[in-house]
């Protein structure tokens, strides 16, 4: 069953309450229900006003070629004993600890911008791998993956007409290991993967990237980061903003989040 967001909630409102009339949103000769194509303003508000918004898990969306082409690598590498890692023994210290990491990648970027999906979505991933290797951590043993998960917002309004439709997929690599320790996390990104706006409604949303923390131990030393699509539906009577939150981690896991 999917999350249901109340509109209660996570509605801002252009003017007044959520119960105010069409008129009070805007001056009536900017409102007037005919221009808009509608026989009454009941009619063009039962349109316009977004009711409800629902978040539902959905098979996968991406297959395995479109996940590699946005830049998650397909199944796992392992470094040559005596190679990388010899030359990095002394450097390669603090292993547990964030400080000592490297996040590689953007912190923010957009998603959906005026009901289009972003473009050059290959570069937007992030990776924390140790510090010291951070030009060299496809070397690193033992990647897995991809790991990936897809997701549905979807808006209705008070006929029940579904407006707004946003489906992204969550994915990235695992488990990356130096010399048997830890569980490093790479290429975590979160995709577009199919728009749908109707008439009248406006759609864009974005990603911000947390901090990585360590949820494992000093000896198996475990990335964790938070991966947050921040999104806003808009039409000329509403504007309702929400967030989705998924905690990655680099041992395959991750939790999501509705946040009103």
Known sequence: MGKKISS???TVLMIGASSA??????????????DYGFSSPVEMQGYFDIADVE????????????????GVRLGGASANEGTIFDALTDLIVNLDDPKAWATLGNRFWKL???????????????????????????????WKGPYSRSYTVSAKNLYGIT??????????????QVQGQGAFLANATIIPTAVDVAWGFTLNSDVQVGQPINTGSAASPTPGVDLTVQWEMKSILKVIQGRDQFFVRGDG????????
Request: net charge negative.
């Open 8 to 10: 209660v909630l996570l």
């Open 21 to 34: 009339s069409a008129n009070e949103f805007a001056p009536a000769d900017s409102l007037r229900a005919a």
């Open 55 to 70: 978040i539902n898990e959905v098979p996968t969306a991406l297959s395995s070629t479109q996940l590699e082409a946005a």
């Open 112 to 142: 959906i911008a005026n009901n289009q999906p972003v473009v050059n979505v290959r570069t937007q991933t992030v990776t924390v791998v140790p510090q010291a290797l951070a030009q060299n951590w496809m070397a690193m043993e033992n």
């Open 163 to 176: 407006v707004i439709s946003h489906t992204y997929t969550v994915a990235f690599n695992y488990g990356g």
């Open 253 to 260: 896991s991750s939790h999501h989040t509705t946040l009103n």
